[in-house]
T-cell receptor, first 113, second 114 residues
Framework: AQSVTQLDSQVPVFEEAPVELRCNYSSSVSVYLFWYVQYPNQGLQLLLKYLSGSTLVKGINGFEAEFNKSQTSFHLRKPSVHISDTAEYFCAVRDNQGGKLIFGQGTELSVKP | SAVISQKPSRDICQRGTSLTIQCQVDSQVTMMFWYRQQPGQSLTLIATANQGSEATYESGFVIDKFPISRPNLTFSTLTVSNMSPEDSSIYLC???????????FGQGTRLTVV
């Protein structure tokens, strides 16, 4: 069975600063990895995904994530955050056999002026 | 991506009553799911909605409490039965499209039980 751990429940950061949201997963099979963002009172929007190939994946809104198989990590990064990036971010994993999507606990990113 | 319409967007219900949430997708999808997001929590999978047959429920969720229908490839309903305040959550519909492993989500139904 898979599991996902987001190491930080809250990340406060100042505007224009860089940010990293950490995600580790466990699985005995190959997986697909995702980051979703949830703005207040909204559903989930896909930020980016790792399926295979290049370990550095770029997503929307200037976010990117790096897949590290040896460390079983998929950390999300942005070099310069904006106030509008304030939201809840979820890391998720699915095995490549079509299994269900498992979510981490979420990280609340709070960008302050 | 897929356009997912979920209704109602929010509701306040009396305990002991039931609420049916609808999920309509703009194109055929391979799989449909229902998630619950309790206040301040992550998403928990309730069940996989199967077309024309009984849904597949996750541990801790039962059909009597959360009956689900999926009469065709683009529509599903989730009913929250005999509600109590502990059922106050956001309920989200999610779909997988043919050829892609990423899931898409509706805007969610914010349910408050009083």
């Amino acid at each position: 069975a898979q599991s996902v751990t987001q190491l930080d429940s809250q990340v406060p950061v100042f505007e224009e600063a860089p940010v990293e949201l950490r995600c580790n997963y466990s699985s005995s099979v190959s997986v697909y990895l995702f980051w979703y963002v949830q703005y207040p009172n909204q559903g989930l929007q896909l930020l980016l995904k790792y399926l295979s190939g290049s370990t550095l994946v770029k997503g929307i809104n200037g976010f990117e994530a790096e897949f590290n198989k040896s460390q079983t990590s998929f950390h999300l990064r942005k070099p310069s955050v904006h106030i509008s990036d304030t939201a809840e971010y979820f890391c998720a994993v699915r095995d490549n056999q079509g299994g269900k999507l498992i979510f981490g606990q979420g990280t609340e990113l709070s960008v302050k002026p | 991506s897929a356009v997912i319409s979920q209704k109602p967007s929010r509701d306040i219900c009396q305990r002991g009553t039931s609420l049916t949430i609808q999920c309509q997708v703009d194109s055929q999808v391979t799989m449909m799911f229902w998630y619950r997001q309790q206040p301040g929590q992550s998403l928990t999978l309730i069940a996989t909605a199967n077309q024309g047959s009984e849904a597949t429920y996750e541990s801790g969720f039962v059909i009597d409490k959360f009956p689900i229908s999926r009469p065709n490839l683009t529509f599903s309903t989730l009913t929250v039965s005999n509600m109590s305040p502990e059922d106050s959550s956001i309920y989200l519909c999610s779909v997988l499209r043919t050829g892609g492993p990423e899931a898409f989500f509706g805007q969610g139904t914010r349910l408050t039980v009083v």
